[in-house]
């Protein structure tokens, strides 16, 4: 089956400009997961998606992140305006919500490295 | 709220001996817990996964866990490592949220180095 498409795979732009991020699932998969992996760190949840309703944007900088799931497939983050701190690997992942869902695997995309200058 | 802590950041091995890496956890239900790896410049791999049954898990690679609720801990080991395993790896707590959502937690990584 194909994985997790993301895109661009690098993006350098400069403070206070805007980017978007985007990410197609894998087919068939409820779950949706934005996550950002600042260098030295481990990946933080942004944002998560069942379908096309947000289940948890509690760790989002809401005045400049924003991301939407239109239909329940694919999924676009942005950023505006960026920061020097928002240099990071944007990582996006899905899951099924089959039986026993606490024990299935997240897929990831290998992610969108942003640096902004 | 579950949390995740991975005791070593950095672990230097020589080829051909164990590998162990260590991670605890914190989860107010019982959590599913999983290994992924990170080669450079690729995407995050499930290495293994425990989701109550045995609790001496079995993964790609070589590699095995055993969760041990009494210690809440899921160390990682393998028996003797390869050059090829030199990668960040990261421990994982999939467990509900507050608001019954799914949550994963990720630690924050344990870099290992293969030395020949």
């Known amino acids: 089956e194909a994985g997790v498409a993301q895109s661009p795979r690098y993006k350098i732009i400069e403070k206070r400009q805007s980017v978007a991020f985007w990410c197609n699932p894998i087919?068939?998969?409820?779950?949706l997961y934005w996550y950002q992996q600042i260098l030295g760190q481990g990946p933080k949840l942004l944002i998560q998606f069942q379908n096309n309703g947000v289940v948890d944007d509690s760790q989002l900088p809401k005045d400049r992140f924003s991301a939407e799931r239109l239909k329940g497939v694919d999924s676009t983050l942005k950023i505006q305006p960026a920061k020097l701190e928002d240099s990071a690997v944007y990582l996006c992942a899905s899951s099924t919500l089959t039986g026993g869902w606490l024990g299935t695997e997240a897929f990831f995309g290998q992610g969108t490295r942003l640096t902004v200058v | 709220a579950q949390s995740v802590t991975q005791l070593d950041s950095h672990v230097s091995v020589s080829e051909g001996t164990p590998v162990l890496l260590r991670c605890n956890y914190s989860?107010?239900?019982?959590?599913?817990l999983f290994w992924y790896v990170q080669h450079p410049n690729k995407g995050l791999q499930l290495l293994l996964k425990y989701t109550s049954a045995a609790t001496l898990v079995k993964g790609i690679n070589g590699f095995e866990a055993e969760f041990k609720k009494s210690e809440t801990s899921f160390h990682l080991t393998k028996p003797s490592a390869h050059m090829s395993d030199a990668a960040e790896y990261f421990c994982v707590v999939s467990a509900l949220s507050s608001g019954s959502a799914r949550q994963l937690t990720f630690g924050s990584g344990t870099q290992l180095t293969v030395l020949p």
């Open positions: 989860s107010s239900y019982s959590p599913s």
């Open positions: 087919s068939g998969h409820a779950t």
